[in-house]
């Protein structure tokens, strides 16, 4: 079988995200590094930031699109690290909501102003029309893969090891 026009142009894109995502990361990495943070923590406490209201790690997880149990390793973390403080949950007596500290808050306002100098000197000479088209492309597909899933499809690879 082969791929039609459109998926292997599709593969080609998801190969690009990937490895773009890895130098997103590594990026992300060196930045965050001075504050004794990671892509991952920072990832987790941005989010837990930018909530109208305060969320749990599962919460969190879905929002971001990562596993529960990977967001409550990094919230652990965080929490001896003392950038967040985990608090009672009205709603849910063993899911806590978790809250960034004055230390998690002035190291979000420190990578925000990195981030920012980082982000401007990398869009620069870039199209704004071309980059929103493209975080409207990858919105797409992120919709696409929910309502698709890949359920029905993985009974097609065969293990033979």
Known sequence: MTHSPQAAALTELILEIFRTNGQLL????????????TSARWQVLGAIDMAAQPMTVAQIGRRMGLSRQ??????NDLEKLGF???????????????????????????????????????????????LTQATNLLRDIQKRCDVIGTAAFRKEVKNDG
């Open 26 to 37: 590594a990026a992300g990495d060196e930045l965050t590094d001075p504050l004794g943070l």
């Open 70 to 75: 990977s967001v409550q390793r990094i919230a």
């Open 84 to 130: 967040i403080t985990f608090v009672d949950n009205p709603d849910h007596a063993r899911a806590k909501h978790l809250v960034p500290t004055l230390k998690g808050a002035h190291a979000l306002t420190q990578i925000g102003l990195t981030q920012t100098n980082w982000s401007n000197a990398l869009a620069e000479g870039m199209d704004t029309e071309q």
